[in-house]
């Protein structure tokens, strides 16, 4: 069946050719789509968007656990060409993928194990469309990363702490981005506190900037809810 006017341009990529091909097929027979297909390789993707004018790429991330660069493909995609939609078709609705998938630059995620393949098509319209897919289960999984924030637990070789509680809060709120300012209003502090703790800090971790102290929660840390970092805190903390 021929593609309509204003058909959405829809690439799939996918290194598995035969289910490439039923995909392909089955997405031809709706003249709201124009379709075409490529391997799932940033090249192959590439020259198919430099050829075609496409709003959507559905891109099958199935074996993302056994292929992680598929992960990381998505990503540099998302950096090139921010203006494609991107859908992932997942095995099954994982924690960990779910949430990898939507920071890479996924707008929809898709398991036909779970939705049947009228719904992959109302996906295709809904990201057109600037709107986000995901399900019930999907969304708790994101809406669980956006309320935890990153902490930091330092030992040293015996095993004792290195920074206070309070000290980890400050290391929690400055990694989420605040400033000194903000940091003081979260915790009821002074300001001129703040900066006093961040010294402490930089002084036993070793480190001499904000810039460092965040990249070393953000390879050093575990999240906690974000409740923990609520403000009117015990003023027993250290």
Same mark, same amino acid.
């Given at each position: ?26 997405l031809r027979r709706r003249p709201e789509f ?54 992932? %078709?997942?095995? @099954? #609705?994982?924690? *960990?993928? =779910?949430?990898? $998938?939507?920071?890479? !630059? ?57 920074l206070t509680p309070r000290e980890e809060q ?34 036993? %971790?070793?480190? @001499? #900037?904000?810039? *460092?102290? =965040?990249?070393? $929660?953000?390879?050093? !840390? ?17």
């Amino acid at each position: 069946m021929a593609a309509a006017a204003g058909a959405t341009g829809v690439l799939i990529a996918d290194s598995n050719q035969m289910q490439s091909q039923l995909l392909v097929s089955a997405l031809r027979r709706r003249p709201e789509f124009r379709v075409i297909a490529c391997p799932m390789n940033f090249e192959a993707i590439e020259s198919a968007l430099a050829a075609n004018r496409i709003h959507v790429a559905i891109m099958n991330a199935n074996d993302a656990s056994k292929e992680p660069h598929h992960m990381t493909l998505v990503r540099r995609l998302h950096l090139t060409h921010p203006e494609v939609a991107k859908i992932l %078709l997942l095995e @099954s #609705s994982d924690r *960990e993928a =779910v949430v990898n $998938a939507f920071r890479s !630059g996924a707008r929809g995620l898709f398991c036909f194990a779970e939705a049947p393949f009228r719904l992959l098509c109302k996906c295709i319209q809904s990201v057109r469309q600037g709107q986000v897919w995901a399900n019930a289960e999907q969304l708790r999984y994101l809406l669980e990363v956006v309320t935890q924030v990153p902490s930091l637990r330092v030992v040293n070789v015996n095993g004792k702490k290195l920074l206070t509680p309070r000290e980890e809060q400050v290391v929690a709120l400055v990694a989420d981005g605040l400033s000194n300012r903000q940091v003081a209003r979260e915790l009821r502090l002074s300001e001129h506190t703040v900066k006093k703790y961040l010294f402490r800090i930089f002084d036993k %971790l070793g480190i @001499s #900037s904000r810039v *460092e102290l =965040v990249l070393y $929660a953000l390879s050093h !840390g575990e999240h906690r809810a974000a409740e923990w970092v609520a403000a009117g805190a015990s003023p027993a903390l250290g």
